[in-house]
């Protein structure tokens, strides 16, 4: 079985590539950390597979949380502290997974890359 990670993130905030680069470590990161150690260990023995995708605004970015999470899937909604580009509170990006290809794939599968 194949695994992967989707990093989504929200276009319309519009951030500097650091920033971007930043919240989407830290999706990577924090999802990565809550996943059931069996999928952690093969997902990073087999590369550590990763896609960041896009989508146009809040709204979108909680309803894929709600479907990855009644699929079963780790998620983890970023939200910025505010103490530089954005304000405090902002949700920036959502991790998902890592987990199988497909499962990720059912989820985010129609999305656009960044």
Request: glycine content about 8%.
């Amino acid at each position: 079985m194949q695994y992967k990670q989707a990093i989504v993130v929200r276009a319309d905030l519009k951030l500097p590539k650091g920033k971007l680069a930043a919240q989407v470590a830290h999706a990577s990161v924090d999802a990565a950390t809550k996943t059931e150690r069996k999928k952690f260990d093969a997902w990073k023995q087999q590369g550590q597979m990763k896609v960041v995708l896009k989508v146009e605004g809040e709204k979108e970015l909680k309803k894929l949380m709600i479907d990855a999470n009644n699929a079963g899937l780790v998620t983890s909604l970023i939200i910025d502290a505010g103490h530089t580009v954005v304000e405090p509170g902002t949700v920036t990006c959502l991790g998902i997974g890592p987990d199988s290809e497909e499962n990720i794939n059912a989820i985010v599968g129609k999305l656009k890359l960044l």
